[in-house]
């Protein structure tokens, strides 16, 4: 069979762009297919990525805001402070970086087609553009977002939760008496606990002059979310709006095929993202070098089968950690307002914040809950009535 391209890749978001000069670079021949005449607009992140960046992909330093090195973490009634004495974190201009991971693609020698991607046939490797054109490819790879028409094709249902931000100013003692601290304000990032949206949070990350970017995913809309979130800005701060934005992050599901005959699904379209913390970037990062991999191999040695082995890989790496983290979500959704203060105020008499400042990581959850399962800490910080409860959801004995 003749084929127009090696790869189409649908959506030339950091996902699309990465897994496009990954697979260029193997010396195949790549079509971009991105709906958007400018990529990246409107901003729907809150631009936070942990140190480890380097490992999965290029940051350029001009693209990097700020550092931190931990949080505040609030609940209603009390504040946790957790840090390290090294940078955990990066806040970037995730505008500039899906402009430099595109151009990186390009210059790559990927060609790029602004049309929208309208329907699939994942057995023939046809894909249906706006302009009524159709392409053909060995390998189509859906990376177009949440909302992916790939995944739909392939028979995915993702479910989405509503995320809502907004640019805030902020005056600088304003932020020092919401964390009841005069450590440096650029240095930390908020997060804020309430019974109301768990299992998501508030989250607030300077990115300096100021300015902050204050938002939320939860279950409910983006109406809800606007009120609930000036609710937030209202009790705790002076402060003034400059941009609002409006987003969905995908929660991730085992049972979601990401490989169906020449189908192939990476990020949100493949619903990659961290159940706890809503990040994508970096394993999504990681799961561009994974398909690479089988995507040169299945082309190399024209087998379609080998695509098996991404999902495959993918999830013996991720679903373990991935388990964990739905785990801890199961257990803050028992909890109302006045169990997260009780839960905190434990945390801080039994001395917690040094145990998270030291196992506690932004990527993973699994490693600090085994330590407080093996200090038998796990029943000292939660409300009695729960332990049952909790003892069902970890599987103890
Ligand atoms: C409010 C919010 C805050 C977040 N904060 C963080 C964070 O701090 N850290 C982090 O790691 N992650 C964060 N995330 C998640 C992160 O933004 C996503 O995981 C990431 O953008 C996924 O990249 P992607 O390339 O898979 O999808 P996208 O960035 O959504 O890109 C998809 C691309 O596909 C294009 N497209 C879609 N459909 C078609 C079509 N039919 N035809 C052609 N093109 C199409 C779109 O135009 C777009 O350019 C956040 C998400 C939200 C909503």
């Given amino acids: ?6 790869v189409v890749i649908i959506g030339a978001g950091p996902v699309g762009s990465t897994i496009a000069y990954y697979l260029a670079k193997k010396g195949l021949n790549v079509m971009l297919v991105e709906k958007k005449k400018q990529i990246g607009y409107p901003l729907q ?31 209603r009634n009390h504040i946790l402070n957790v840090k390290k004495d090294y940078e955990v974190a990066y806040i970037i201009d995730r505008i500039a970086y899906d402009e430099f991971l595109l151009k990186r693609a390009l210059d790559a020698g990927v060609k790029l087609t602004n049309q929208k991607a309208v329907d699939f046939d994942v ?4 894909t249906y553009l706006s302009n009524n054109q159709k392409v053909t490819s060995k390998i189509i790879v859906g990376c177009d977002g949440y909302n992916s028409k790939l995944s739909h094709s392939m028979g995915n249902a993702q479910s989405n939760f509503a995320a809502s931000q907004m640019l805030v100013k902020i005056d600088e003692n304003n932020m020092k008496s919401f964390r009841n601290s005069n450590e440096s304000i650029n240095n930390y990032v908020d997060t804020y606990l309430l019974e109301e949206i768990l299992p998501g949070f508030i989250w607030v990350i300077p ?18 979310q606007d009120e609930i979130l000036k609710g937030f800005l209202n009790d705790n701060f002076y402060y003034e709006i400059i941009e609002k934005y409006k987003g969905f ?5 085992s049972n979601n095929k990401v490989v169906k005959n020449r189908g192939l699904l ?3 379209a493949a619903g990659q993202i961290k159940p706890t913390s809503g990040g994508g970037l970096m394993i999504a990062f990681d799961a561009c070098r994974v398909a690479c991999k089988y995507i040169t191999e299945a082309i190399r040695k024209d087998d379609l089968d080998i695509l098996k082995g991404y999902q ?7 679903s373990k950690e991935f388990n964990y983290q739905f785990k801890v979500q199961k257990t803050l959704n028992l909890l109302s307002d006045k169990d997260l203060d009780y839960f905190f105020l434990k945390l801080k008499e039994n001395n917690c914040e040094e145990l998270i400042s030291e196992y506690g990581d932004m990527e993973t959850q699994s490693a600090l809950v085994k330590e407080f399962i093996k200090r038998g800490l796990i029943f000292k910080i939660m409300p009695a009535f729960l332990f049952k409860k909790i003892v069902n959801i970890f599987g103890f004995r």
């Fill in 123 to 126: 057995n023939k490797g046809i």
């Fill in 1 to 6: 069979m003749k084929f127009d391209c090696d």
């Fill in 207 to 224: 990115i300096g002059n100021n300015r902050y970017r204050v938002g939320l995913f939860s279950t409910h809309s983006h109406k809800r």
């Fill in 312 to 318: 495959k890989e993918f999830n013996k790496k991720y």
């Fill in 249 to 253: 992050i995908p929660v991730f599901s």
């Fill in 266 to 268: 990476i990020g949100d």
């Fill in 45 to 75: 992140c809150a631009g936070i990525v942990s140190r480890h960046i380097f490992n999965y992909n290029e940051l350029p330093d001009d693209i990097i805001l700020n550092t931190v090195n931990g949080a505040f973490l609030h609940t």
